[in-house]
């Protein structure tokens, strides 16, 4: 027996690629798995086109000739900020960023309104509000991308600044006063 599943538009997280190589081919792969819209950066764009994957938009100014169906979005301060302006203008209620570096300043602005998780340095990164919980098996590691005041953890032990381990299986909760807080698990 099979399952059909229909994919509506913008149903899935759009897919934000300026770094290919922060993630291996299994793990963009199956981010790629639902066909999700797919925004190259400049600098990603030839690698992208050359492994296959159908690019729908493309951040920046292209060095080469891009195919006819691509939209070209334009350029703002930066070009993370450039694709999440399009991306949440368009109606996208998600995205994944697969980014070189961590940007919390640009990201910070649209939490709010978008779900927004980053894969970058080997980490999977994403916005939280006070009173999280998630189920983690024993040991796993989690990391605090900034400080914030009044954090109060519940089923993780701190093992360095910011650095944190799941005590026992089940889950952790973390409480703190501050709009959100972005964790990092390792991938």
Known sequence: ???????????EPALY??????????????????????????????????????????????????????????????ELLSVLTFL??????????????????????????MTIVTFAQGEKIYPVKSGYSKWLPAGETLRLMHDVPGLETEGLKNRCENGYDTIADGFFRLRFDAPLLFIAEAL
Request: some cysteine; glycine content about 8%.
């Open 1 to 11: 027996m099979s399952s059909h599943h229909i994919v509506r538009e913008k149903q």
């Open 17 to 78: 690629i300026a770094s290919p190589d922060q993630l291996d081919e299994e793990q963009l792969g199956q981010l790629l798995e639902w066909s999700p819209y797919v925004v190259a950066g400049a600098g990603a764009y030839e690698v992208l086109h050359a492994r296959g994957i159908k690019i729908d938009a493309l951040a920046g100014t292209p060095e080469q000739h891009v195919q006819e169906h691509i939209t070209l979005i334009p350029p703002l301060r930066n």
């Open 88 to 113: 949440q203008a368009n109606g996208h209620a998600a995205v994944h960023c697969i980014t070189a570096a961590f940007d919390a300043e640009t990201l910070r602005g649209f939490s709010a309104g």
